[in-house]
């Protein structure tokens, strides 16, 4: 049975600022050299539906259509979610994050509830750490990334994810008491020493899960 591997997310799942393409790009390499190697068996097809500037909302809206153009019979679908960066973000007019907590769990939940139908190997993958270059942001005036919500909203996915069954990667956490500037490009995008290390984190937990 061969495996399709969807992943939602932003610019950092896309896989701005890293030269190799960011961790996707960078899991999709390992996927691709493990199947020529073993003289084509497929280990897994990989997606990489990372959309610049999407909070969960606009997962939700696209979810379905994306998945669904991209099954196939007797094929096993895993569907990783990069979600949240954007929620977080601090609104000075608002004074508040964009999203709130309690939406955010919501949207998080109704996610999950949707992936269940095409899947039974749901992964949620939490963020690195983001540092004073954002705060505010340079390109988004009114606006900034701050690590208090961003650890808020990491419980959140924790606690979801727990709650409905599904895999859960923690990153915020496991970087925070670390020297976690040098991995991003920006204050928010991970650099290519960055992608390296969320790339190994999450090829690893794979892995060790035999999800791949």
Do not use: C
């Not at 998080?108 to 095409?118: G, R």
């Not at 409905?164 to 991970?190: N, R």
């Amino acid at each position: 049975m061969d495996k399709h591997i969807l992943v939602f997310g932003t610019s950092i799942t896309y896989g701005a600022w890293d030269s190799e393409g960011g961790w996707v790009a960078r899991l999709r390499k390992f996927l691709d050299k493990k199947t020529i190697s073993s003289n084509y068996k497929n280990y897994g097809l990989i997606y990489n539906l990372g959309v610049d500037g999407d909070k969960t909302e606009d997962v939700l809206k696209r979810f379905e259509p994306e998945t669904k153009a991209r099954l196939e019979p007797g094929n096993e679908t895993i569907v990783i979610f990069h979600v949240g960066i954007n929620d977080i973000i601090f609104n000075d007019k608002l004074n508040s994050t964009e999203v709130s907590p309690e939406q955010f769990g919501k949207n998080l939940k109704l996610l999950l509830d949707k992936a269940k139908i095409y899947s039974k190997k749901i992964i949620l993958v939490s963020y690195m750490p983001v540092d004073k270059r954002v705060d505010p942001i340079p390109w988004s005036p009114g606006r900034s990334y701050k690590n208090e919500f961003l650890g808020e909203f990491d419980k959140i996915m924790a606690s979801v994810s727990k709650n409905e069954g599904a895999h859960f990667i923690e990153v915020f956490k496991k970087f925070i008491d670390s020297d976690y500037s040098s991995l991003l490009a920006d204050g928010v995008h991970m650099n290519d020493k960055g992608h390296k290390k969320l790339y190994e984190l999450v090829r690893d937990y794979l892995l060790r899960e035999k999800i791949i």
